[in-house]
């Protein structure tokens, strides 16, 4: 995942010239050298999704 981000950043510094892009490639190059740990919680996702659902449903709805 982390060379996606990588090249798609690259690319964008490239074409563009983007210090944000500068300093996404940093990111994703120092992303695998940090050892995060988290706890799993298996049951969040059950009420993330229907809560990002009408997040979405919300934010759509204004757009019209």
Do not use: D
């Not at 995060?36 to 919300?58: D, Q, S």
């Amino acid at each position: 995942m982390f060379a996606l981000a990588f090249v798609v950043a690259a690319w964008r510094y490239f074409k563009t010239g983007s210090k944000a892009a500068v300093v996404v490639c940093t990111l994703a190059l120092a992303a695998p050298l940090v050892n995060l740990n988290t706890p799993r919680l298996r049951h969040v996702f059950y009420a993330f999704y229907p809560v990002h659902l009408a997040a979405l449903w919300l934010l759509a709805s204004r757009m019209k």
